[in-house]
């Protein structure tokens, strides 16, 4: 399905765009696809996507994927409590997860 016949809103249309940029996961460096969040673009290289629960350290992943729920907070750039789903990912951004 092209994204001129999706049914879903603009929001949720899919690009084929091949553009990359290299963003750094807790020291590692990965080549995700350009203009999605960082939510998407740990889903597609396999790297959790969100933050560590406080009590137990057990992980967290990304949950309402529209900025509402907080389970996809991330250190961003050095700045705690990111929402990773809301964010988009840049050239050089540095991401690493973090526990609320
Ligand atoms: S996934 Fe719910 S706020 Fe980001």
């Given at each position: 399905m092209s994204p001129e016949t999706s049914t879903f809103?603009?929001?949720?249309?899919?690009?084929?765009?091949?553009?990359?940029?290299?963003?750094?996961f807790e020291g590692t460096a990965l080549r995700v696809p350009e203009n999605v969040s960082v939510v998407a673009a740990l889903l597609v290289t396999g790297y959790p996507a969100g933050r560590r629960a406080s009590g137990s350290g057990a992980q967290r992943s990304a949950y309402c994927g529209i900025g509402q729920c907080f389970d996809c907070t991330m250190t961003i750039d050095g700045v705690s409590g990111c929402q990773a789903c809301m964010t988009r990912v840049r050239e050089g951004m540095?991401?690493?997860r973090q526990r609320v």
């Open positions: 809103g603009p929001a949720f249309r899919l690009t084929a765009s091949t553009q990359t940029v290299v963003i750094s540095q991401v690493a």
